[in-house]
Antibody, heavy 119, light 112 residues
């Protein structure tokens, strides 16, 4: 069964750093782009960026430039998203999503990770 | 950045009746390959989004054939031929032509 399983809920203080993981199973992880999308409670979807299957190339939305780093570890079939200098505006559910090369479609999503930023 | 605009934002529907959601992009989503990089997603209450339609009109694997997508220039439509109670949720269009990938505001579909 193909799935992406994300790490659990996080509570962070303003200024802290959070890392969310996304573990793949049931498919060849190294064939796919991994995107990250976030959703502030009660609001819509916001694309954060992607990491290439080779793990060496990333592209980030401008609004996250300088604060986000996306990595992946093929040996563990896991992708990671690190977000730094958190503020209350970063309170959201963070999703990873799989994107087959040449399709540019999110055909499989993780279950989401709620990150709460509060003093 | 490509701006995606959906309408309506709220859509009360009657089971068994058809429904339609519109999405407009601020520029063409047609690539030189001939493909249109527009997807439709459904986010059911409390769940992760799931793809319904990719490349403007390709129904994703496992998606019921009552869902269909059409594309014309910068205008896109998601049609549900006969709404089922399990179709409630928020529908999003998304452009995947160029980064940043951008979503419409979402259309909340609920049963009357």
């Amino acid at each position: 069964q193909e799935q992406l399983v994300q790490s659990g809920m996080e509570v962070k203080k303003p200024g802290a750093t959070v890392t969310v993981s996304c573990a793949a199973s049931g498919f060849r992880f190294s064939d796919y782009y991994i995107h990250w999308v976030r959703q502030v409670p009660g609001q819509g979807l916001e694309w954060m960026g992607w990491i290439h299957p080779n793990g060496r190339v990333t592209e980030y939305a401008q609004s996250f430039q300088g604060r986000v780093t996306m990595t992946r570890d093929t040996s563990f079939s896991t992708a990671y998203m690190e977000l730094r200098r958190l503020t209350s505006d970063d309170t959201a559910v963070y999703y990873c999503a799989r994107d087959p090369p040449t399709e540019q479609t999110f055909d499989l999503w993780g279950q989401g990770t709620l990150v709460t930023v509060s003093s | 950045e490509i701006v995606m605009t959906q309408s309506p934002l709220s859509l009360p529907v009657t089971p068994g009746e058809p429904a339609s959601i519109s999405c407009r992009s601020s520029q063409s989503l047609l690539k030189s390959s001939g493909y249109i990089y527009l997807d439709w997603y459904l986010q059911k209450p409390g769940r992760s989004p799931q793809v319904l339609i990719s490349l403007g009109s390709n129904r994703a694997s496992g998606v019921p054939d009552r869902f269909s997508g059409s594309a014309s220039g910068t205008d896109f439509t998601l049609n549900i031929s006969r709404v089922e109670p399990e179709d409630v949720g928020v529908y999003y269009c998304m452009q995947a032509l160029q980064p940043p990938w951008t979503f419409g505001q979402g259309t909340k579909v609920e049963i009357k």
